[in-house]
C-alpha cells in the first residue's frame, strides 16, 4: 500500500475507480435497454461482450478489480475514518451539515456489494459455468431469453429496485464527489454537478425501468 | 539607578544607522551557545522569536494560548502604517515621524520614533515576502487607505483581518524555526517571575497550565512581549486572558513602570448591552474613512430613539449632528483616537446618547453607500440607476471593504448595518505607558528587554491607527534581534546558565507560595467580582477623563479592593491541573496593583495629553491642555514594595527635529 | 431565558468523563453563548463547585479558541460565527442545550470543554510558511504584482482561525479544510509557488500522522466553518498534491 499511504492518493484512488465504475454503468445501461428496444441488437451486443476476447480476457478482469478494490478501500477507509473520532459525539447533528447520500456511502455501498453478490448468482456465474465449465456451444440469440426470464420473479425485481435507488443515492454524492477528489474544482463544476446528479437519477432509474418493463411484460402475457 | 536612554547622537536621520554599527555584534558560531527566552508570541514577540531564532541563537518561546497564533495581535483589525509612498500622495519618513510624534501628543522619543518611521517600509517588503496576503488593486500593486490622525494614505490591510494576516506571518517564521529545533514553544505556559543572577535576567519561573507544574528556565536574556494591560479596566477590546502579569512581575523586580497613566481608549466599539458583558469588540478605525459619526441635534430626538419611538434613518439631514465634522473640519471624522472618544463622551454626556443606555453615537454609511454607488453605476455604464439600485451597487463595494466587520456586528448587536446606521461608543483599547525601554529596548534590568505593546516607547500619550502593529514587527524584525547583540555580545563566554541556582530556589519559592495562598484562602468572593468592581473604578474615576478628586478615591478604593481580595477571594480546584480561576486570580492580583500605579500616575500628571484627559486641564473649548514646561517627560516609576511608594524618575524629553505645537485637527 | 445544560464533564486527560445537567435561568438573548457559561461557572463557584473549563480569549470571532460542540453542531446552530459570537437570542426559553469537546483522536481531551489542539501546530510546522529570511533585504513590495483575484482568494483562504470547527463537524474528523487553507494561501502567491511540492507533501505527510481522517467530501466542513472557508481549497490541494507526487 505504500503508493497508496496519504491520505490524498488514497482518496484519489476511490474517486479514479469510482469514475471507471461509473463509466461501466453507464455502458451496462445502454445494452440494457436495447432489451427493451430491440432484442436483436441486445441479443448480438451480449454475444460480443461474452465472446470478445479484449473484453473477456482484460476488460473484465480490470472491471473485477476495479470493483473489489473500490469496496476494499471503501472499509479501509470507513474503518481508518471511524478510527479517527474515538470517543463519539452524545449528540451529532450531521443532517444539519451534509446530505444522507454523502453520510451514508457504506450504507448504500454495502447494499449495492450486496446486490453485486445476487447479480453474480444470477448471471455471472450462471455464465461462466456455462461458457467455460459446461462449454456449451455458443448459442448468439440465448441472452435476450435469459434475462427476460430472470426478471419474472416478484423478489428478484423489488430486490433490484431497491438496489437501483440505493446505487442512486451512491451516485448523488459519488459521483460529483470523484471530481472534487481529483482537485477538479472551478468555474465548469457547477454543469458538471449538474450532470452526474441528473446521471446518478437517469441510469439507475433507467435500470429500473427496465426491470418493470419485462416483469410487466410477462405479468400481462 | 538613572535613567539611561542610549539614545544615539548625530543627525536624526542617520542615528538607527550609526547605532547599528556601533554596538557590538555576536560572532554566528557564539550565537549557537547563547539562550534567549521570549515571553508572549504576538507580534511584536512571535517576530523577535523567528528572527532571533534565524540569527542563530536558542530561543525559547511562552505563551499563555495554545498556540502562539492566538495572541491578541491577531484581532487587530484595519491595517498596518509605512511610509512607502506607493500613493505618491507626499508621504516620506519623515512625515510619518511627525504624525506619530504629533499624534502622541508630543510625548514620544524622537529617536525611537524615527527609527519606527524609518523601518516601517522594509515591514511591508518582510510581510509581502512572507505571503501575507494584503490587499491589492486590479494592476496587482497593493492597496492602501488612510487612517485617523493623518493627511495621506499609508495604511495597508488585509480587509479588516490585518492583524490576523501578519500574526500568521511570524506565526509562520516561527514554525520554519520550531520545525528546524530553534525555537522550542511552550503554549499553554505563563510567565510568573523573573529571575535575576548578578544584577542580569538570566530566566524565568513559568506555570505549565496543564499540569499545573512549576517549571525553571534559564536564559541569558529575557525578552517581555505580552502586550498592555488594558484589562485592568475589566472592559475592554483585550482578549480575555490579556494580562500585566510578566510586565509587572519585572516591574516588581527592578524594571521601571513608564507613563502607566496613558490609555487609549477606542472611538468605534460596539457598546455595553448589559451587566453580563465579558468584553468589548472593536469596530475598526477604517470604518471612520467611510462612515460619519452623528448624533441628533435635538434633545428630544435622541430621547425619542432612545426609548425606540424614532428610528434613526427617519431623522431629516439638517436635524443630524455630525459633531466631528463640525467641530474638525479639516480631519472630520478621521481625527485621532483620543480626540474622537473624548467628543462621543462629551455628546452622550450631554443627552444626546441613541441606545438605551444613552451612551452610544452612530457611525453611518449611508452616504458612502449612496457615493460608492453612483461611482459604480458610472464604470458599469448603467443609465439612470434608481436610488435602489445604486444603493445595491454601493452595499456591494462597502461589504468588500468592510464586510467581516459588518457581519460581525450583526451578530452581535442583531441589527443591519447596510440598513440601519452602527451604534458605538469608546472602550479601553491599547496602552501606550508599559515597562520602560532604552533605546536598544532594555529595560532597567540588564538582559531583560520589553518589545511591543508591552514597553512604553513609540506612542507618546497617544498611538495613531495601525501603528501598534507597526511598531510590534518593527520592534520584533527589525530592531530588538540586532540591539540585544550588543548585550549578549558580553556573554559568549558565560556557558550555560544553571537552573538549580539559589535565585531559582528563591523565585520558585515565592510563585509557589503565591499559588498556595490564593488556593487556601477559600473566601467567599469569586475572582471575576474583584476584577469588575476594579474596571469600574478605573473605567469611572481612571477613565476617560479624570480629575484630582477622582483620582484619590480611586487610589484609597482600589488599595482596600486589593487588601479585601487577598483576604475574600474564592479561587476553587487546586494548583496541580488545569486551573483557570487560578490563572485569572493570579492576574487579577497584579492588575490591583497596576490600577494603584496607573492612579498615581495620571494624579501627579497635571496636564491633559493624549489619551490622558485631565478635566482641571483644557482649554475653552473642551481640549486638552498641555504643560510643555512641567510635563515634557517620560514618567518611569520604580517599584518600592507598593504602588504608593513607588518612586518616580523623569526622563525629559528632547525635541530638536520638531516644533512643539499645540495640537490641531479643526 | 431558562435553559438546561447538559456538559461534558472530564477531570483530566486521563479520567473518564460524563455528560452532567445543570439548569441555568437568567439567561439575556443579547448574552454571547460564553458569556452564559460565565454565569453558569459563577453560580458553580458560589456553591462551591468546580467551574466548567472551556478555552476562550479574544472573545471577536477571531483567535480560534473556542470550541464547544453544541447541540451536535461545532459553535452551534448560528452559521459563520464562533461560540463566542454566538448569541443567545438562537436559543428558546426551555431548551435543552447538549455542550460537548470538539472530538477526534487528534484532539485529546485536557479537561472538560478543552481539548489540545497542538496537531494544527505541527501541520502548520511541516511547512506551512515561506522560507523567507526575515532580515528586511528582500525586495520591494510592489516588484511582484499579484492578480488581484489571486490575492484575494490567497486572502480567503488564510482567513481560517485554526478553530478545529472542520475536524469537529466532519464524520471523519479529517483535517482537510484546515491543512488545504493554508496549502492554497502560498499556492496561489508566485512567493509560495517556490516552496509549494514540498509543502504540501509535508503538511499531508504530517497531517495523516496526527491521526486525523480521511476526506469524503461530504463538506460538513464548509458548512460548520466559522470563516466560510471554501471547498475549493481541499479541490486545489488534491490539484497541489498529486502533481507534487508526480513530480517526485
Known amino acids: 500500500m505504500g503508493l497508496l499511504s496519504s491520505s490524498i492518493a488514497r482518496k484519489v484512488a476511490m474517486a479514479l475507480s469510482g469514475l471507471f465504475l461509473v463509466f461501466f454503468l453507464a455502458q451496462h445501461f445502454v445494452i440494457n435497454f436495447t432489451s427493451v428496444i430491440a432484442p436483436d441488437t441486445f441479443n448480438s451486443w451480449s454475444h460480443f461482450m461474452g465472446t470478445n476476447g479484449l473484453v473477456q480476457f482484460v476488460l473484465q478482469p480490470i472491471l473485477i478489480f476495479g470493483v473489489v478494490f473500490h469496496f476494499v478501500m471503501g472499509f479501509v477507509l470507513e474503518i481508518k475514518n471511524r478510527n479517527a473520532r474515538a470517543v463519539k459525539y452524545a449528540s451529532y447533528k450531521g443532517s444539519a451539515n451534509a446530505s444522507w447520500a454523502s453520510r451514508n456511502m457504506i450504507i448504500s455501498g454495502l447494499v449495492i456489494l450486496a ?91 433507467g435500470f429500473i425501468f427496465i426491470a418493470l418493463y419485462h416483469h410487466i411484460n410477462h405479468l400481462i402475457h | 539607578m538613572s535613567l539611561e536612554s542610549r539614545l544615539p547622537k548625530g543627525p536624526l536621520a542617520q542615528k538607527w544607522t550609526k547605532h547599528k554599527n556601533d554596538i557590538n555584534l555576536v560572532n554566528p558560531a557564539n550565537k549557537r551557545n547563547i539562550d534567549v527566552i521570549v515571553v508572549g508570541t504576538g507580534l511584536a514577540g512571535g517576530s523577535a522569536a523567528a528572527t532571533l531564532a534565524e540569527l542563530g541563537y536558542n530561543v525559547k518561546t511562552f505563551c499563555y494560548q495554545d498556540s502562539p497564533r492566538r495572541a491578541h495581535s491577531i484581532a487587530a483589525q484595519g491595517g498596518i502604517n509605512a511610509a512607502k509612498n506607493y500613493q505618491g500622495d507626499g508621504d516620506s519618513t519623515y512625515r510619518l515621524f511627525y504624525d506619530t510624534i504629533k499624534g502622541g501628543d508630543y510625548r514620544s522619543r524622537e529617536e525611537n520614533v524615527y527609527r519606527l518611521a524609518e523601518v516601517s517600509a522594509n515591514i511591508i517588503d518582510q510581510c509581502v515576502a512572507q505571503g501575507v496576503p494584503f490587499a491589492r488593486e486590479y494592476g496587482g500593486l497593493l492597496d492602501n487607505r488612510s487612517f485617523g490622525g493623518v493627511l495621506v494614505s499609508r495604511t495597508f490591510y488585509a480587509k479588516g483581518q490585518t492583524g490576523q494576516q501578519l500574526l500568521l506571518g511570524a506565526y509562520s517564521a516561527m514554525n520554519r524555526q520550531i520545525n528546524r529545533g530553534k525555537i522550542k514553544p511552550y503554549n499553554r505556559h505563563e510567565m510568573l517571575d523573573l529571575v535575576i543572577v548578578d544584577g542580569k535576567a538570566r530566566g524565568i519561573i513559568a506555570r505549565d497550565l496543564v499540569t499545573g507544574e512549576l517549571e525553571r528556565h534559564s536564559a541569558h536574556a529575557v525578552v517581555i512581549a505580552t502586550g498592555g494591560y488594558g484589562n485592568v479596566f475589566f472592559l475592554s477590546t483585550n482578549a480575555m486572558g490579556s494580562n500585566v502579569t510578566a510586565s509587572w512581575k519585572i516591574h516588581k523586580k527592578g524594571a521601571y513602570f513608564a507613563n502607566p497613566c496613558y490609555t487609549q481608549i477606542h472611538p468605534t466599539c460596539i457598546p455595553v448591552s448589559g451587566d453580563h458583558q465579558s468584553k468589548l469588540t472593536l469596530m475598526s478605525e477604517s470604518l471612520r474613512n467611510d462612515g460619519r459619526i452623528w448624533v441628533p441635534k435635538k434633545l428630544e430626538d435622541a430621547k425619542a430613539i432612545r426609548e425606540g419611538k424614532l428610528k434613526p434613518t427617519d431623522l431629516a439631514e439638517e436635524d443630524r449632528d455630525y459633531y466631528l465634522e463640525r467641530r474638525y473640519p479639516s480631519f472630520g471624522n478621521l481625527v485621532p483616537r483620543d480626540v474622537a472618544s473624548r467628543a462621543a463622551k462629551e455628546r452622550c454626556d450631554a443627552g444626546f446618547g441613541v441606545n438605551k443606555t444613552g451612551e452610544a453615537v452612530y457611525l453611518d454609511f449611508s452616504s458612502a453607500i449612496m457615493r460608492y454607488g453612483k461611482e459604480q453605476a458610472v464604470m458599469n455604464h448603467i443609465e439612470n440607476p434608481s436610488v435602489d439600485t445604486i444603493r445595491e451597487l454601493g452595499e456591494k463595494v462597502v461589504e468588500n471593504k468592510y464586510g467581516n466587520l459588518f457581519q460581525m456586528y450583526e451578530k452581535i448587536v442583531d441589527q443591519n448595518p447596510y440598513k440601519t446606521p452602527m451604534m458605538i461608543y469608546p472602550a479601553v483599547h491599547y496602552t501606550m505607558g508599559g515597562v520602560w525601554v532604552d533605546y536598544n529596548l532594555m529595560t532597567t534590568i540588564p538582559g531583560c528587554y520589553a518589545a511591543g505593546e508591552a514597553n512604553f516607547s513609540d506612542h507618546g500619550a497617544n498611538r495613531l491607527g495601525a501603528s501598534a502593529l507597526m511598531q510590534g514587527l518593527a520592534d520584533g524584525y527589525f530592531v530588538l534581534p540586532y540591539t540585544i547583540g550588543d548585550y549578549l555580545s558580553k556573554d559568549i563566554r558565560t556557558g550555560k546558565i544553571s537552573t538549580d541556582l539559589p535565585e531559582f530556589d528563591e523565585a520558585e519559592k515565592n510563585v509557589r507560595t503565591t499559588l498556595e495562598k490564593l488556593i487556601n484562602n477559600k473566601g467567599s468572593k469569586s475572582v471575576d467580582h474583584f476584577h469588575k468592581r476594579l474596571g469600574k473604578i478605573m473605567w469611572d474615576k481612571v477613565g476617560m477623563a479624570r480629575n484630582e478628586k477622582g483620582l484619590k478615591e480611586a487610589i484609597s478604593e482600589i488599595k482596600a479592593l486589593r487588601a479585601e481580595f487577598w483576604n475574600e477571594v474564592k479561587v476553587p480546584g487546586t494548583m496541580d491541573e488545569m486551573n483557570p480561576e487560578l490563572e485569572k486570580a493570579m492576574r487579577v492580583a497584579d492588575f490591583l496593583e497596576l490600577g494603584e500605579l496607573f492612579a498615581k500616575d495620571a494624579l501627579h500628571r497635571n496636564e491633559s495629553c493624549g489619551g490622558h484627559f485631565r478635566e482641571e486641564y483644557q482649554t475653552e473649548e473642551g481640549e486638552a491642555l498641555r504643560d510643555d514646561e512641567n510635563f515634557m517627560y517620560v514618567a518611569a516609576w520604580e517599584y518600592k514594595g507598593e504602588p504608593s511608594d513607588a518612586v518616580l524618575h523623569k526622563e525629559s524629553l528632547e525635541y530638536e527635529n520638531i516644533e512643539v505645537k499645540t495640537r490641531s485637527y479643526k | 431565558m431558562k435553559l438546561t445544560l447538559k456538559i461534558w464533564r472530564q477531570k483530566n486527560a486521563q479520567a473518564k468523563g460524563s455528560m452532567q445537567t445543570y439548569a441555568i435561568d437568567g439567561v439575556d438573548g443579547d448574552m454571547s453563548f460564553l458569556e452564559m457559561l460565565d454565569v453558569l461557572n459563577e453560580q458553580l463557584i458560589d456553591k462551591g463547585e468546580e467551574p466548567v473549563v472551556f478555552d476562550h480569549d479574544c472573545r471577536e470571532g477571531i483567535c480560534g479558541s473556542c470550541s464547544l460542540q453544541i447541540n451536535g453542531e461545532p459553535h452551534g446552530p448560528d452559521r459563520l460565527v464562533t461560540t463566542c459570537q454566538l448569541h443567545m437570542r438562537k436559543f428558546n426559553d426551555g431548551d435543552t442545550i447538549v455542550i460537548e469537546p470538539f472530538r477526534a483522536k487528534a484532539f485529546p481531551v485536557i479537561k472538560d470543554l478543552m481539548v489540545d489542539r497542538s496537531s494544527f501546530d505541527r501541520i502548520q510546522q511541516a511547512g506551512g510558511f515561506i522560507s523567507v529570511n526575515t532580515s528586511g533585504n528582500t525586495i520591494d513590495a510592489n516588484a511582484i504584482p499579484i492578480n488581484k483575484h489571486d490575492a484575494d482568494e490567497s486572502f480567503e483562504a488564510a482567513t481560517c482561525i485554526g478553530c478545529g470547527a472542520c475536524v469537529a463537524a466532519c464524520k471523519n474528523a479529517s483535517a482537510m479544510l484546515f491543512t488545504s487553507a493554508k496549502v492554497s494561501q502560498f499556492a496561489l502567491l508566485p512567493q509560495g509557488r517556490v516552496e509549494a511540492t514540498q509543502r504540501v507533501l509535508n503538511m499531508v505527510e504530517q497531517m495523516d500522522k496526527e491521526g486525523f481522517g480521511n476526506c469524503t467530501n461530504t463538506g460538513a466542513c464548509e458548512v460548520e466553518c466559522p470563516k466560510g472557508i471554501s471547498l475549493e481549497n481541499i479541490a486545489r490541494m488534491n490539484r497541489e498534491y498529486l502533481t507534487a507526487s508526480l513530480k517526485g
Open chain 1, 115 to 205: 446486490f453485486l453478490g445476487l447479480h453474480f448468482y444470477d448471471f455471472w456465474i450462471p455464465e461462466i459455468v456455462h461458457k467455460y465449465i459446461e462449454s456449451h456451444p455458443e448459442d448468439p440469440t440465448r441472452y435476450y431469453a435469459e434475462t427476460v426470464h430472470k426478471f419474472e420473479s416478484h423478489t428478484r425485481v423489488i430486490i433490484y429496485v431497491i438496489a437501483f435507488i440505493l446505487l442512486a443515492v451512491h451516485l448523488w454524492h459519488g459521483f460529483a464527489s470523484a471530481f472534487q477528489s481529483v482537485g477538479f474544482n472551478n468555474k465548469y463544476s457547477r454543469g458538471l454537478k449538474g450532470f452526474t446528479k441528473a446521471f446518478a437519477i437517469v441510469i439507475p432509474a
